[in-house]
């Protein structure tokens, strides 16, 4: 496996603010993050479902969820250590409740920690007026 796709959801500020995390780690494989309602990530990838964090390998194979999660940390340098940790026999059940936790409330800990995604930050844009000058 030399590629894995995560795809995220652009519309969540905790989301895009992990994807962005990602792309300044040190990884072991090439990691091409893509908006999970982006074109290409429909046209690549159509029956994952949307929103979910979602991880493909060149391969085909795909991990979902949680299993998404550990399989990011695992094949980031810094983080493989703990992927190896949070997938044994022993923690695993305890990550995956983490992970539901987070996942299920991920819009209130984007408010919480003011987290905006591109889509709001767009939007937000969109709404600001602008003077116009006028020269005399």
Not at 8 to 20: A, K, Q, S
Not at 91 to 108: C, D, H, Y
Not at 112 to 135: F, N
Request: net charge positive; hydrophobic share 40%; with cysteine.
């Amino acid at each position: 496996m030399q590629t894995f796709y995560v795809m995220y959801d652009p519309h969540c500020g905790l989301c895009t603010e992990v994807r962005d995390w990602m792309g300044r780690q040190p990884a072991y494989v090439n990691l091409q993050l893509l908006a999970s309602d982006s074109d290409e990530a429909r046209r690549r990838f159509p029956d994952l479902p949307p929103g979910e964090l979602s991880v493909v390998s060149d391969s085909g194979q795909v991990w979902l969820g949680d299993r998404a999660f550990i399989l990011c940390l695992w094949v980031l340098r810094a983080y493989r250590g703990w992927a190896r940790k949070l997938s044994s026999p022993m923690l695993l059940p305890m990550a995956r409740q983490a992970f539901e936790m987070v996942s299920r409330n991920r819009r209130n800990v984007s408010d919480l920690l003011k987290l905006r995604s591109e889509a709001e930050m767009k939007q937000r844009l969109s709404e600001v007026e602008i003077p116009t000058c006028r020269m005399k």
